[in-house]
């Protein structure tokens, strides 16, 4: 299984057998001026209907759309509701987590995450293999609240997103505050990187993947 960040919370994941799954596409803004998505998926995902994550028609190929529990492609992807800030839904509203497992690898998308996670969440997410985590605060979970998030769902390896960068101008913090102090650290220097059960790393690892667009 592969995957590509290609930007903000936006990857493009690739099964052995060639399908191809998008999350949260972005739309190009002047705040957000990663390059147009010109990728094509048999599936996306939404965690929430955001300018910054529910482009679809962005994705070339007619992909299904996936906004909750749904079978696509002989794939299960499982929705867990939660909120986009820490009131209760009451300032930004909804955010889906995606749980979906490709090639035998366990994957887990966060969305915009604005909060901590409830027990009763923690044991609907289940076991996670590849966890994608939003770190840039304000608009969603922070540095230390990700980290906490990390240790509830003890993730083999974790994937950051949703952060500033030369392409996100929006006010939020970069990925530094998250991966600080850290063990296991890689700065992959690519936009992609390849998963399965028998390569994952034996202990808790970051990955920071450079963005594609």
Do not use: W
């Not at 299984?1 to 972005?26: C, E, N, Q, R, W």
């Not at 965690?47 to 992909?63: I, L, M, R």
């Amino acid at each position: 299984m592969k995957v590509k960040f290609l930007g903000h919370a936006s990857f493009l994941i690739t099964s052995s057998s060639g399908t191809k799954i998008i999350t949260d596409p972005y739309e190009r803004t002047d705040r957000l001026v990663y390059d147009e998505i010109n990728e094509t998926a048999d599936i996306v995902t939404v965690s929430h209907d955001h300018h910054d994550h529910g482009n679809t028609g962005a994705v070339k190929g007619s992909p299904a759309v996936v906004k909750g529990n749904a079978n696509e492609k002989n794939i299960r992807f499982r929705g867990i509701s939660t909120r986009h800030d820490d009131a209760g839904g009451s300032q930004r509203g909804r955010n889906t987590v995606f749980c979906f497992e490709v090639d035998g690898v366990k994957l887990c998308h966060l969305g915009d995450l604005g909060h901590l996670l409830a027990p009763e969440q923690v044991r609907e997410i289940g076991a996670v293999d590849v966890l994608f985590i939003p770190v840039g605060g304000n608009y969603t979970i922070d540095a230390a609240a990700a980290t906490k998030v990390r240790e509830q769902l003890k993730p083999r390896v974790t994937i950051p997103m949703h952060f500033r960068n030369e392409k996100c101008f929006f006010p939020i913090a970069g990925v530094d505050d998250f991966i600080k102090g850290k063990a296991n650290v890689i700065r992959a220097g690519s936009s992609e990187a390849e998963f399965s059960p028998s390569a994952l790393p034996a202990g808790p690892q970051v990955m920071v993947l450079k963005h594609a667009k």
